[in-house]
T-cell receptor, first 112, second 111 residues
Framework: GAVVSQHPSRVICKSGTSVKIECRSL??????MFWYRQFPKQSLMLMAT?????????EQGVEKDKFLINHASLTLSTLTVTSAHPEDSSFYIC????????FGPGTRLLVL | GQQLNQSPQSMFIQEGEDVSMNCTSS?????WLWYKQDPGEGPVLLIA?????ELTSNGRLTAQFGITRKDSFLNISASIPSDVGIYFC???????????FGTGTRLKVLA
C-alpha cells in the first residue's frame, strides 16, 4: 500500500513552453500532497503544499504564477511549469500524505 | 528557520562493514524519518520515529530518536552493495505536515 506515481518520468521541452506533471496516489486518498524540487547533489526543497479542493500554499520564493498546482481529486495533483526556462530544469518529486509522506518516483525536466 | 544537518556528508565503506550516520537540528522535532534515495528515484521511507529515545529496526537498519529531540541516528549493519544511495533524515516543521529534509549522507559500498 501507499504507492504514489508520477507522470511523465522525464520530459524535455523548449524554452517558453509549459509542462504538466501529474502525481497520483494509487491505493489511498490524500487530501494533502506536496511538491518538491531537487537540484543535482542537493537535498529536496519543498515548493508547495497541494490541498484538495482549495488553493495550494507556496513556500517563500516560489512563484505561484509560474508553478501552477491543481489538486482536482483526492488522488490527483498536477504541477504545471509555465513558460519554462533552462533554470527550471530539475528533478520534481511529489509526495502524498497517509500518516507520513510517501513519495513518487520523480520527474526529470530538461528545458532547452 | 529549522535546519537539519547530516554527517558525514559522504562515506565510502567496504561491503560487510557497519555504517553510522546522524542528523542534528537546532530545534526540537516530534517526529524523525529516515529515507533512502536511489539515483533518479524518489525517496523511500526506511524508518519513522515518534518518541524521544525510541529505537526502531527495519532489517539491517536501526534508527534512534535522540533523547534531546534534536538529533537522530541511523545505523546499517553488514552493508551490501545495494545499500548505495543517499540517506536523508526528515521531520515535520512545527505544527504542520510539511517536511524539511536534511542535507543527506551519500553512501558508497565497495564490493
Amino acid at each position: 500500500g501507499a504507492v504514489v506515481s508520477q507522470h511523465p518520468s522525464r520530459v524535455i521541452c523548449k524554452s517558453g513552453t509549459s509542462v504538466k506533471i501529474e502525481c497520483r496516489s494509487l491505493d489511498f486518498q490524500a487530501t494533502t500532497m506536496f511538491w518538491y524540487r531537487q537540484f543535482p547533489k542537493q537535498s529536496l526543497m519543498l515548493m508547495a503544499t497541494s490541498n484538495e479542493g482549495s488553493k495550494a500554499t507556496y513556500e517563500q520564493g516560489v512563484e505561484k504564477d509560474k508553478f501552477l498546482i491543481n489538486h482536482a481529486s483526492l488522488t490527483l495533483s498536477t504541477l504545471t511549469v509555465t513558460s519554462a526556462h533552462p533554470e527550471d530544469s530539475s528533478f520534481y518529486i511529489c509526495s502524498a500524505t497517509r500518516e507520513t509522506q510517501y513519495f513518487g518516483p520523480g520527474t526529470r525536466l530538461l528545458v532547452l | 528557520g529549522q535546519q537539519l544537518n547530516q554527517s558525514p556528508q559522504s562515506m565510502f565503506i567496504q561491503e560487510g562493514e557497519d555504517v553510522s550516520m546522524n542528523c542534528t537540528s537546532s530545534s526540537i522535532f516530534n517526529t524523525w524519518l529516515w529515507y533512502k534515495q536511489d539515483p533518479g528515484e524518489g525517496p523511500v521511507l526506511l524508518i519513522a520515529l515518534y518518541k524521544a529515545g525510541e529505537l526502531t529496526s527495519n532489517g539491517r537498519l536501526t534508527a534512534q530518536f535522540g533523547i534531546t529531540r534534536k538529533d537522530s541516528f541511523l545505523n546499517i549493519s553488514a552493508s551490501i552493495p545495494s545499500d548505495v544511495g543517499i540517506y536523508f533524515c526528515a521531520g515535520p516543521t512545527s505544527g504542520t505536515y510539511k517536511y524539511i529534509f536534511g542535507t543527506g549522507t551519500r553512501l558508497k559500498v565497495l564490493a
